[in-house]
């Protein structure tokens, strides 16, 4: 990690999940094309590959995937969604498996596989009931395009849930490492704490928890009630400048007091995970410069 | 504020913002401010992640409305969590009158489905259940005066509150396209608003412009924009050297060593770099042109989240509320809910380099 200079030979490639092109393409490999214009025709296709929030972990999963075979680079970083979505990729195999050993699929695939004729002319007794609501509940029209989808797509799901299964096992290997960042504030820990339990659970390797825009003080020496006390009577006397510039340090030293406080309880929680702090930066960072200096201090 | 809810026009107010930004924190006070005279209200949560409950000291919410705080005046707070397997079922018994079919649904993999195959069908359903809460009468009277949603981050918002209309036009008949379009047009009347919470930092504030333009072009009424954790303006004048402090230090009768007085004066300087780039983001934030609203930071940070109940949970009263930590923040708020925004200034940009540090 030290070659992260651009001085180095070292190269550092970025891309963006676009979900409507990955579906697309892994249509395109798995069925002829007549199939694929099929099913990029279907209403349900189209929802589903560019608007509905969900496929985006299946894509991910399979981009991931994909990236990974090609065998092209030293390391993949992954960014993640935020908050508790962030592990929504790690539930689409089980659901995908849920669904696919599920009598729901048989039921769509049964008029396809009649023929065509009316959407539930062939399915068992034991779904009348069922297809009954159903047909109520969505309606004969949105019925068919989703039988219609579900049909063109049949081919592709074991496909989708042996890859979705196979990246599932990689996350788990000691070659994936999973980083939690989090700001030292009681919200963000939580968060923290809750992605930590989560990821112990599914056995996936969690190295550490990145504690980001840790504060220090630059004149410990001070107190901040010694602090605030010298402000007021120096606010008093006519001295705004030190007086504001006690509030400033009072403040901080309460704010390094406190983020201390959250870390130490996230280690009580945590022990096992390492802890790596980023000190903030004063402005925002929006450059290579900037993030090559909290890059080279983090892997230090 | 003159009046409850003077300002807070919509019945309906769905909070955004980007994740860490405080919009949960921010929701629940929403709640508590909306219920002062009287007034009963309804905050809800739809992302599984029970952030309400540590707010409200209560153990996690249920998919049932409970009362998690009692406001002076005879006002409460009510609390939900919505459950999307649980609203399905709700959902077919309430329009179908299922009863056992609807738990069938279940053992056929229809919640799988709705979760795999149908993913945006969740949405469609919390959205649903959430105007369901809305609209609720009884006895001819609302059941709640205002309801307020801890709704999906900015990144999430727009394809959270556009799936009814897009449900809408997949199905082209049907009860789904009707409920679909009853919820999508509900989004869209005056009775709803979307409030986006931001903080002074950079992407939050982007992603409060990108969500804005988003709502807006997807014909849903934005509310107001929420500033969370602003801080006190300090060190507005007056030139700040090491000398001029060091006078001050040793008129105060504090230690006047070197490291001390640099020690102050990087810290003074880091502030006033972090403020100049905070009214550049101010600046970019008024020339969005919506009322702005400004929360001050808390020194002792909102930790009622941190906090465990001492106890477990009881639902049949409400515990001591509101901790004075959340108080004197939730005092704050309303007044700075009725406050004014300023005018937007002309010519005001973002300063792009930050080595430019106001020195006087």
New interface residues.
């Given amino acids: 990690m030290k070659d992260t200079t651009a001085t180095n030979g070292g190269d550092l490639h970025a891309m963006m999940l676009d979900m409507k092109r990955t579906f697309d393409e892994v249509v395109l490999t798995h069925t002829d094309p007549r199939r694929a214009e099929e099913i990029f025709a279907n209403p349900f296709y189209q929802a589903m590959s560019s608007t509905f929030s969900g496929t985006q972990e299946y894509m991910a999963m399979e981009k991931l995937g994909q990236l990974r075979a090609r065998d092209e680079w030293d390391l993949i970083v992954v960014d993640t969604p935020p908050s508790r979505s962030a592990l929504d990729f790690l539930d689409a195999p089980a659901r995908l498996g849920r669904f696919l050993d599920g009598r729901m699929l048989r039921l769509f695939l049964a008029p396809a596989r009649a023929g065509g004729k009316s959407v539930f002319s062939m399915v068992t007794a034991s779904f009348g009931m069922f297809s009954r609501v159903l047909a109520k509940v969505i309606g004969g029209q949105l019925l068919s395009d989703l039988s219609g989808f579900v049909a063109a797509l049949d081919s592709m799901f074991g496909g989708f849930r042996e890859r979705a299964e196979q990246t599932y096992r990689i996350l788990q290997a000691p070659e994936t490492a999973f980083l939690v960042v989090a700001v030292p504030e009681p919200d963000a820990i939580r968060e923290a704490g809750y992605f930590a339990g989560r990821l112990a659970r599914e056995r996936m390797p969690l190295h550490g928890l990145i504690l980001n825009r840790v504060h220090a003080v630059a004149a410990p020496g001070l107190s901040a009630q010694e602090s605030l006390a010298a402000a007021e009577v120096l606010a008093a006397a006519g001295d705004r400048t030190t007086a504001d510039a006690l509030r400033v340090h009072a403040a901080l030293m309460r704010q390094v007091a406190r983020e201390t406080a959250v870390a130490a309880e996230f280690t009580r929680e945590h022990p096992g995970v390492p802890v790596a702090p980023v000190p903030a930066q004063p402005a925002d960072v929006h450059d290579l410069d900037g993030l090559r200096e909290i890059g080279t201090g983090l892997a230090s | 504020m003159s009046r409850p809810g003077e300002g807070w026009p919509a019945r309906l107010h769905v909070v955004t913002g980007?994740?860490?930004t405080?919009k949960?924190?921010v929701a629940a006070a929403l709640a508590l401010g909306l219920a002062a005279g009287g007034r009963r209200t309804l905050v809800v949560e739809v992302?599984?992640?029970q952030?309400l409950a540590?707010l409200f000291g209560v153990g996690p919410l249920p998919y049932e409305e409970r009362r998690v705080a009692a406001v002076p005046g005879g006002g409460e707070v009510r609390a939900l969590a919505v459950d999307p397997e649980e609203a399905l079922l709700e959902y077919?018994d309430l329009f179908?009158k299922?009863g056992m079919?609807?738990r069938?649904?279940r053992k056929?993999?229809?919640i799988?489905?709705a979760?795999?195959?149908?993913?945006?069908l969740?949405?469609v359903l919390l959205t649903g259940k959430v105007k369901e809460s809305t609209t609720r009468t009884e006895a001819g009277r609302r059941v709640y005066d205002a309801v307020v949603l801890d709704a999906p981050?900015t990144?999430?918002i727009g394809?959270?509150l556009?799936?009814t209309a897009?449900?809408a036009?997949?199905?082209?008949?049907?009860?789904?396209?009707t409920q679909s379009e009853g919820v999508a047009a509900f989004l869209r009347s005056p009775m709803t608003a979307v409030h986006v919470v931001t903080l002074l930092?950079?992407?939050p504030v982007q992603e409060t412009a990108d969500a804005f333009a988003e709502l807006t072009a997807l014909g849903i009424t934005t509310g107001k924009l929420i500033v969370n954790a602003v801080?006190p303006p300090?060190?507005?004048?007056?030139?700040?050297t090491q000398a001029?402090?060091r006078?001050?230090?040793a008129?105060?009768?504090?230690?006047t060593?070197r490291?001390?007085?640099?020690?102050?004066?990087?810290?003074?300087?880091?502030?006033l770099?972090?403020r100049a780039?905070e009214d550049g983001l101010r600046a970019d934030l008024l020339a969005l042109d919506r009322p702005l609203v400004e929360l001050p930071y808390l020194?002792?940070?909102?930790?009622l989240?941190?906090c465990r109940p001492t106890r477990p949970p009881r639902w049949t009263s409400t515990r001591s509320w509101p901790t004075p930590a959340y108080a004197s923040w939730c005092a704050a708020a309303p007044a700075a809910w009725a406050r004014r925004p300023p005018r937007p200034r002309s010519g005001s940009g973002r300063p792009r380099s930050?080595a430019g540090v106001p020195s006087s």
């Fill in positions: 980007k994740g860490g405080g949960t924190t992302e599984g992640r952030g540590p077919l179908y299922l079919a609807g069938a649904l056929f993999g229809a799988d489905f979760t795999t195959i149908a993913p945006g969740r949405d981050p990144g999430r394809r959270f556009n799936v897009e449900t036009r997949l199905a082209r008949l049907g009860p789904i396209k930092e950079e992407m801080q300090l060190l507005t004048s007056g030139r700040l001029e402090l006078r001050g230090l008129a105060a009768g504090l230690a060593d490291e001390t007085v640099a020690g102050l004066h990087t810290e003074a300087r880091a502030y770099t972090r780039v020194p002792g940070g909102v930790t989240g941190w930050t």
